[in-house]
């Protein structure tokens, strides 16, 4: 290239750079903002929260609270756009956001159901064998009155009515345990 092309080509680069607000390299080349490489950094994070919704169901609620979190990380990163980007935008992010967050709470809730439930089938067990008790070894039965005991304060958690209804239940249980226990001969 001859010196007046050459010297005509970085009048133009300048030009276009002052004009356009484009940075220059030492070489006369042309760099991307950093506004455009921002936009691609806040959209890819985007796009990697937002497209993990459709599996949302199969991510523990630990992984759920950490998308919830990148969420309302990108949230500032897209109120710096411009108007009907920003609007769009934060939009789509608090649906993907609030979808997010009812997932993980429905599945915090399911553990606490699960768990409620599974109290429920240790009463079951062990209130069920009431009626074969006679039958029952004295260290089976000094075993369900131990887990008599391991089960009440779990039940005491329970709301007012279901605590008195069950605590009431587990005592008269526990109480014929004991009965059959002291009935035994050779205790």
Not at 135 to 159: F, M, Q, T, W, Y
């Amino acid at each position: 290239m001859s010196e007046k092309a050459r010297s005509l080509a970085i009048a133009l680069a300048i030009a276009l750079s002052v004009l356009f607000g484009m940075p220059l390299l030492t070489n006369g080349a042309f760099i991307a903002t950093a506004a455009v490489a921002a936009q691609d950094d806040w959209k890819t994070e985007f796009e990697d929260v937002c497209s993990k919704t459709q599996d949302s169901m199969a991510f523990t609620p630990d992984e759920l609270k950490s998308l919830v979190d990148r969420c309302d990380a990108l949230k500032p990163r897209i109120e710096k756009l411009d108007e009907t980007e920003k609007k769009v935008y934060l939009k789509r992010l608090q649906m993907c956001r609030d979808l997010l967050a009812f997932v993980m709470q429905s599945k915090i809730a399911a553990v606490a159901v699960a768990a409620q439930d599974d109290w429920k089938k240790e009463f079951e067990d062990i209130c069920s064998q009431t009626e074969d008790s006679m039958s029952l070894s004295p260290d089976e039965l000094k075993g369900l009155v131990d887990r008599c005991e391991a089960l009440k304060p779990r039940i005491e958690k329970l709301d007012e009515t279901q605590r008195k209804v069950y605590l009431k239940r587990l005592q008269m249980c526990r109480d014929h345990l004991v009965f059959v226990i002291e009935s035994k001969p050779g205790k």
